[in-house]
């Protein structure tokens, strides 16, 4: 029982970053719109592009006079595929 609260406390202390997300629906169609409105926002201007893979968009922007970079990414779920572990001791 106390490897399970290990385990779970473990997972708890890592994903907790202590940031409320709260997300907006977007209505459809509208996705375009509001990523430009959000790069638009952060002055990212005068870029050039190198698309990675099928759903990875990489970016080297100028904003401010300085270089900046950004990426878009698309992340499919994964599913979590338990496996048995064994122990020698």
Same mark, same amino acid.
């Given at each position: 029982m106390k490897i399970l609260y290990f385990l779970f406390l473990f997972f708890v202390l890592i994903n907790a $970053?202590?940031?409320v997300r709260v997300y907006q629906r977007i209505p459809e169609n509208f996705v !375009? =719109? !509001?990523i430009y409105e959000f790069?638009?926002?952060n002055g990212i201007n005068n870029c050039f592009q190198?698309?990675? =893979?099928e759903?990875?968009?990489l970016l080297k922007c *100028?904003? $401010?006079?300085? *270089?900046?970079?950004a990426e878009i990414n698309i992340i499919e779920p =994964?599913?979590?595929?338990? =496996?048995s572990i064994s122990y020698v001791v």
């Open positions: $970053d202590n940031k !375009a =719109t !509001a790069v638009k926002g190198f698309q990675e =893979t759903s990875q968009l *100028l904003r $401010d006079n300085e *270089l900046v970079n =994964t599913r979590i595929r338990w =496996t």
